[in-house]
């Protein structure tokens, strides 16, 4: 008997004691370093950086594209995951295949591609003044919408595939059942698929929000020096300035809204239980 309680302990303790050496000593020691003045703890670094209108301007940014993110890719991936349930299983799998692709390129890659397209000469641009909806070449890149086409195409992958496990997750016969009953389509899918499908929805939520507000590469390249992020300007402070304390607090603010998110959905999913 005490062999089995033993066990599983045994088989958890290794993959705890990788991550309490590899991210929680690393996170408590940034935390304690974001503290510490002079030698003192003390929230001073803190308060520098909430006075600061700057920071606040790039945290208030950080948290409007990751928003407008995850909904666009809600919107966007929804209805696509709802469809692929229609798709003949001999054909799902290719289906599937295209939708993992990107994820198996490098984001690097796939953020140049977006440099070449965005750009001045880029196709977007050519059909833009070749149509007569522009005179002239509009600036894509380096603004807050390149940012935001740049993340969403990162990012919608990994929604459609949350979206998509819910969905199959759904018995068939509840929404011909709600449609028998005198549902509206918009009814259907607000009384029955939303519910049923909402624990997908959050998690896919909370993977597309997290990964908007850390992500580094795709901000850096497309909205360069003009659209700061959270991420970028931490590695300003502690690559360009080498202000450590000043990277440490936007460490720890990151941190906090990574856990904050996640925790805020998860937790309206288990009222919603």
Known sequence: MAGRLLTPWLLVTPALAFLGVVFLYPVVTLLFSSLRVDGALSFGNYAAFFSDGFNLQVLGRTLRVALVVTLISALVCYPAAYGMQSVPPRYRGLV??????????????????????????????????????????????????AVYIGLAQLFIPLMLLTLISAMENLPRDVVPAA??????SLQSFTRVILPLTREGLVVGGTLVFTGCITAYVTPALLGGARVQLLATLLYQKAGVTVDYAAASVISVIML??????????????????
């Open 96 to 145: 599937t295949a295209l939708i993992i692709v990107p994820l198996m390129t490098s984001p690097v890659a796939r953020t140049y591609a977006w440099l070449v397209l965005l750009g001045q000469t880029g196709i977007v641009n050519s059909t833009l003044v070749g149509s007569g909806l522009v005179q002239e070449p509009v600036r894509i890149l380096y603004t807050e919408w």
């Open 256 to 273: 906090a809204l990574t856990l904050t998110v996640a925790g805020a959905l998860r937790g309206r999913t288990g009222r919603g239980r």
């Open 179 to 184: 449609r028998s009953l005198g549902a509206t």
